[in-house]
């Protein structure tokens, strides 16, 4: 788009109106990555930093903790981070003088020079069936965003992501609620904090774990690929990725609530580009597509059928191949080596030249996980980000 743009720029007037325009499209792009740390080979946080600052559009990222030497990284870069809560400190925030102790600890010696811009309480905790932190995560929430009220911070939004796991199954995106016994209870409750501090609600939508392998299908619907698309029954819309769906699933079950204002964020999505040879619909193409065309899908402003024009800050999983992580397929996930080479292009460099995969890494062309006739283990939980 950028390119059409600039080949339109043939008068010094146009000129400064195209560059005018391409500062407020490129001020519009949202794409951010979550900085998983789950690896003993990544380099030092200040050198990731000046590579995203220096090297890539990615103007955002999110933490699974609030690590100190990250905070400190990413010092004066303008770089917006989102940091997380750990789960086993969630019951410790629940009240106030646990929260302020938390913040003073871990956040404020760290700004203004540090952009703190979220904290995450806690990952999935809702889904987790952990009757503790499911008991704490409101109070926590609530006294967090006190606590950063009073330290005068409050520029700082409060939030906790959550996977599909909340959502009861149901065929089409308009006819999804809340898992029963959590709608009520938990959801509208946290949706009315929401509203009420002006901060989303974040969601996990892995299109990668809905694929059907029998189902070839299912894989270009959940990779933006041409396909014939769903039609959702009850409003007559056509879906054509899954993406969407799952969006417009959340979003459905929001507004039954009555809360289908509340901004929503994409805490994490992505693809692992290796996986164990049954893993069906793993490679570096699929995984470079799904990112390549989430990230065109959400920068074209579109919306889904259900939110036309919305677009979504959205934070990819992951930043990092991480070589600590359980699985072949959660080890997989990174957009880069702990080198700093791609793994494969998604069109997040500034410059062209430097989006090349060097020879020797990112095997586009490599070893892939072909399909095999084993049933799918694909259908199980999402990945969760650094909680194992
Ligand atoms: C609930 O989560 C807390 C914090 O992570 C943990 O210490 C506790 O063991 C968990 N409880 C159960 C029943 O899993
Ligand atoms: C917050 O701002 C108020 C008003 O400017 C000021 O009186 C107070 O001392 C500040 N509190 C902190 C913790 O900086």
Known sequence: MAETQLSSCHSLLLLLACTLFQQLYASNTKIGVNYGTMADNLPPPSMVATFLKSKTTIDRIKIFDANPDILRGFAGTGISVTVTVPNDAITSLSSLPGAQAWLSQNIL?????????????????????????????????????????????????????????????????????????????????????????????????????????????????????????????????????????????????????GYGDVELVVAETGWPSIGEPHEEGVSFENAASYNGNLIKHINSGKGTPLMPGRTFETFIFSLFNENLKPTVSERNYGLFYPDLTPVYDVGVFIAEEASVPRSGFGPISGPTSGPTSEPSPISGPAPQGNFP
């Open 109 to 257: 010696p760290f700004l203004p020079k540090t952009v703190v811009t979220r904290i995450c309480v806690g990952n999935e905790v809702v889904e987790s069936n952990n009757k503790t932190l499911i008991t704490n995560i409101l109070p926590a929430m609530k006294s967090l965003h006190e606590a950063l009220s009073l330290a005068n911070q409050t520029t700082i939004q409060v939030s906790t992501p959550h996977s599909l796991g909340i959502l009861d199954s149901s065929d089409t995106p308009s006819a999804t609620v809340f898992r029963r016994g959590h709608d009520k209870a938990i959801i509208a409750p946290m949706l009315d904090f929401h509203r009420r501090t002006k901060s989303p609600f974040m969601v996990n939508p892995y299109p990668f774990a809905g694929i059907t392998p029998t189902e070839p299908e299912t894989v270009n619907y959940a990779l933006f690929k041409p396909n014939n698309g769903i039609r959702d029954e009850a409003t007559w819309l056509h879906y054509t990725n899954m993406f969407d769906t799952q969006m417009d699933a959340i979003f459905s079950a929001m507004k039954k609530l």
